[in-house]
């Protein structure tokens, strides 16, 4: 079983950033691909960015530039997604997501708004 912990979020002017983590535990495959959706209020749930376990990087079109996703140097199951220049339509609840084999694996979410 996987489990994966989000933390970071809170509310942020527009122009702020704010680091998002996700540390992952349980049983994890050194092949893995770890990322970040977000879901607002009335929408789908969306993908914000992905990083594989080679570190290979993929991005929603409207965070290019913006955001940034890594893993942490020691603890390869911790990633972390960096937000800059936030804007209020970037207000939503962010999930962890962690895919190994068949096998997907969501956190609980964390919220992060986005507001003078």
């Known amino acids: 079983q996987v489990q994966l912990v989000e933390s970071g979020g809170g509310l942020v002017q527009p122009g702020g950033s704010l680091r998002l983590s996700c540390a992952a535990s349980g049983t994890i495959f050194s092949t893995n691909t770890m990322g970040w959706y977000r879901q607002a209020p009335g929408k789908q749930r969306e993908l914000v960015a992905t990083?594989?376990?080679?570190?290979?990087?993929?991005y929603a079109d409207s965070v290019k530039g913006r955001f940034t996703i890594s893993r942490d140097n020691v603890k390869i199951t911790t990633v972390y997604l960096q937000m800059n220049n936030l804007k209020p339509e970037d207000t939503a609840d962010y999930y962890c997501?962690?895919?190994?084999?068949?096998?997907?694996?969501w956190g609980q979410g964390t919220q992060v708004t986005v507001s003078s």
């Open positions: 990083i594989s376990y080679v570190g290979n990087t993929n």
């Open positions: 997501h962690l895919v190994q084999g068949y096998l997907g694996y």
